[in-house]
């Protein structure tokens, strides 16, 4: 009774999400200043950490505006929604070597499927912001969820065809450096997935400043606001995990195994995405779109047929 | 040169004209007897080659009760270009000439906005509303002569009732016009977009497609041409340089050439070289403003940050020099504002260098980014010959090809002296017009470097007093006369037009022609049929700067 709350509230639960939502929207900023050639966060506690604390709870105890004319239960509902939606994967990744906080033998299906959702809700926001760049960004997302997680669902299945199973302990447990390697490919492709469906430059497009306004987040303001930016982060977190756990061996690591090697990890993913951000513009929908069908799915899909090649050859 | 200026002549000679005259050597002078010809004058203009309209410009005579027409007619190719009067009744009933839009198209907006500041109206113009002005605008027309203040908001106020009538009648006619069922509507693209700024797009749209663009501007007008008018000759120059922020020294340049015109006084070699080395100051500021945002518009904000890098280093000069690092003031009538302390020099060059040691990994990172390329070499196509008949200039017209640039058609300051060539892209494109915008910075950094040569030589050699040579007298009052100067305005062509009376102590009309006019005119045939993405990224190639588009 007791291991479940604290696995729901502390690790890998609420209040491990909002250090990550934290930590991690700390590091963004800092790591990106120095690409801009700025200092980023500075006064606040040791290199601006406190920043981000302060900007987070000033959003949730602002005022929430609910505009005029707006379905308000949908309105208000669907951050709500997305933020324990957002939640739910990281119950089935392997954090630590003793094991994910709920086992499953379909973990991997759990963590793709949870992840797949989000950007519908995201969609309903926007649907029912009644604002007509809320609604175009609203469609934006539903177009590039669904070019995007046909790569991403097919990129996340090599390695459990690889290694025959949906549990992401087991696919742990068995990889090795020669599993890597062979999964390279598939990791690739995963990421640039990634990009797409986490609205990082070049696939910012959803939410693009310049064009749309934020999209879906126009007319949300203050906790909703809050609860929303919170569900972005939370997403990071359980895409960057099953980047983790699906290619790079999770906790596993050199001299000694733990989630330290898994938070590396994570960070060595976040690194990468943040340098992309800071050096390329954005494309366009239709680039996006013709990006997307006619090379990241072909090549996902020939990918497969490399994996099972692979097991053929070296592990049969 | 096939065509040369006799050619102009010719073309005037079957008109009446009081006169025609040699004005400047790249200029040619008349007057039309009758205001009904100026669509014919139009045509032969554009048989002769001059093709695009610069501006028109009212000014108003009530003591003579006339209103009097200036046409500025330009070929920006072989750099020929005529000057055609014509005057009309002055009153409202009666005030009308016919359009030269259908002839020549880049008039368009120059004479909505003749109609909406002097309410001169123009017969057969395809779209004559207000310009700049609210559509719901009731009163006087705010440029002429007899406006007062007063009694304008008095009759404002008297109509209170039909403007909300009119706001109401508007708003129901946009839902009446599109179909609810259907996907289109109306955006309002600003004017607190985050990619707008004060100028608002009406764009209609089906989804992501885009059906037309209105662009609404007006936003930030502060009357500058009516401003000055109530300044003196010199403090007219603080109204002058906020055309626009990013580049305030070569505005004030062409105004300081129209007042030294009619003064009939010659400046200094050494001002003159101070005027090109701060007027490139001032370009750089503004051009790494430019291209910064022409990647901000596509959510990329870092080379913004790196050329804002390298831009402070720039107005640590400007602020040496001035004491301001934006509003500057430093070009005044009679030559420059201050005396050259020669420790600037040293300041000039930690810039310089700065510069040079930045801008091959800007280069690298940024002005040959695949992504920026393969996106934006296919947009906002704009052929030479659109270009010229569109009337637009400065590095969005030799993005197209075309060798056009004041400093070189009509040398000022120093440029007759500087060593320097056309930059010229083919292509016509947003991107490049981009790398046009680039090939410039380095392009003014090397006659920077020209400038400041020769100032060092002429200062070590005795030729130039650095703390006398700045300025020469101009009378407190001019006489009266009329004069056009061009310069070649970081964004383009800025003409200025110049009117004053006798024994004058401020400005009786200046007319300010800037570029952004006409780029933001021809917005919507650039983004018809194109999708929402493109708008942004097309308005920031335009390279427009709202201080300019309203003044």
Redesign the interface.
Known sequence: MLGTFIDAFVFPGLLYALVWTVGLFWFFRKFMAP????VGPYFNGPHGSYQTLFDLSKLWTKESITPKGVNSYLFSIMPLLAVVIGLLPAAVVPWTPSGPALSSQYSLLILVVLIGIEPFLFFLTGFGSEN??SF?GG?RVLTQAISFETAFFLAALAPALFFGSLDLSVIVEKSSWGSFLILLPAFAIYFVALLGLLEQ??F??PD??????YGFLTEYSGTNYFLLNLSKFVEFMAVFAGAGALYMGAYKGIFFDGYTWFFLKMVAVAVVMITIR??????????MLAFSWRWLVPISLINLAWVLLARALFFS | MSKSMEGVAKALESFETEYVENYKPTWFKAKLKSPDEIVAVAEAMKAEGLRTLSTVSPTDWPEEGIMEMNYFFEDLETKRNCWVKCEIPRDPERCEIDSITPVVPSAEWHEREAYSMFGVRFRNHPDLRYLILSPDYYGKFPFRADFDMAAHEKEQLEHVKEIVRDFKAEQEANDAELDPEGSE?V?NWGPT???SGPIRLKVRCD??DILGVDPEIGYVWRALENLVTRKDFVGAIVAVERLCFMDNINSMTGYCMAVEEIAGVEITPFAKWMRTLLGEIARISSHMMGTGNF????????IM??NL?VREYFLDVLESYSGARIATAAIEPGGVRYPLDMKLMDELQRALDKFDATIGDIET?FAK?P??R??ARKIGKISAQEAIDWGLSGPVLRASGVRSDVRLDEPYAAYDQVEMDYVTVPGGTAADRFQTIFEELKQSVKIIKQAKKRIEEGVASGEFDPSKDHMVKVPKKLPAGEAVSRVEWARGEVLMHLVTKEKAKSPYRLKMRAPSFNHTMVLDRLLRGK??????LVFGSMYVCQGDLDR
């Open positions: 690409l801009h050639k700025r007509k760049y175009l469609i430059p070049p910012n497009i693009a400043e310049q064009e749309v306004v800071a050096a390329t513009p954005r494309i366009t929908l239709n680039q | 509507m955006l977009h985050p990619a989804g992501e990647y901000n518009t596509m959510g990329l904000h870092t940050l790196w890098d990172v980014n992504t920026m393969h996106r999708t929402l993405s493109d708008i942004p």
